[in-house]
Every structure is written in structure tokens, then in C-alpha cells.
């Protein structure tokens, strides 16, 4: 099995900047392909950001493509989200997730996703 750990959320200003992190144990980190989803209150979760398992491939979804920017850290077992040109509406609970990565990539589907983090709030205030 898999565990995932996010940190980083916190409060922050519209325009400002903020890096999560998603720190894994448990079976070989580079088994699996990274997605970043978020949930807003009364909102479904939807795809944000995701990575394959050697990280040199990453899949954005349009509302962040440009602004968040994911990465990995193999000898850390540790994926980071990028945020920056926060905005109002990216105000969420996100979460990391892994999908084995004999699926195929992009994965920015929710089915596949065998393992998730407990979810950091992130809150953009205007």
C-alpha cells in the first residue's frame, strides 16, 4: 500500500503563492502517477494537476495551466503543486492521489485512483 501526506495549505492572498506537498511511504514511489484534485464547499472535486511516475511528463487542467506547475522529488518520494496567480476561486481542499502506472497518462479521471492523502485547505482570499 501507499500513503499520502499533503502539507502547505494556508490562507494567502489573491495573486500570491503557495507550494504544496505530497509526501508518499510505503510501496515504491515511482510505481504510480500523481493527481492533484480539489473540492470548493458544495462543488464536485475535480482534476487540477497531474505528474507520471518519472515525472518528466505533467497534465494541467485548463483553469491552472500556466499558473501551477507540478513536480517530484524521487530520492524524497515527495510530489509538489506550484501555485501561483492564486485566484479567488482556487480556494479548495486538495488532495493528492496515486494510480498505478500501468494505467495510462494523463490520468484526470477520479476512477483508477487507489490511494489518497487526507486533503489540505487552501483558501485565497480577496
Known amino acids: 500500500q501507499v500513503q499520502l501526506v499533503e502539507s502547505g495549505g494556508g490562507l494567502v492572498q489573491a495573486g500570491g503563492s503557495l507550494r504544496l506537498s505530497c509526501a508518499a511511504s510505503g510501496r515504491t514511489f515511482s510505481s504510480y502517477h500523481i493527481g492533484w484534485f480539489r473540492q470548493a464547499p458544495g462543488k464536485e472535486r475535480e482534476f487540477v494537476a497531474g505528474?507520471?511516475?518519472?515525472?518528466?511528463?505533467?497534465n494541467y487542467a485548463d483553469s491552472v495551466k500556466g499558473r501551477f506547475t507540478a513536480s517530484k522529488d524521487n530520492a524524497k518520494n515527495t510530489v509538489y503543486l506550484q501555485m501561483n496567480s492564486l485566484k479567488p476561486d482556487d480556494t479548495a481542499v486538495y488532495s493528492c492521489?496515486?494510480?498505478?502506472?500501468?494505467?495510462?497518462?494523463?490520468?484526470?479521471?477520479?476512477?483508477?485512483?487507489?490511494?489518497w492523502g487526507q486533503g489540505t485547505q487552501v483558501t485565497v482570499s480577496s
Open positions: 505528474i507520471n511516475w518519472s515525472g518528466r511528463l505533467t
Open positions: 492521489a496515486a494510480i498505478p502506472n500501468t494505467e495510462a497518462f494523463p490520468a484526470r479521471s477520479l476512477l483508477g485512483y487507489r490511494y
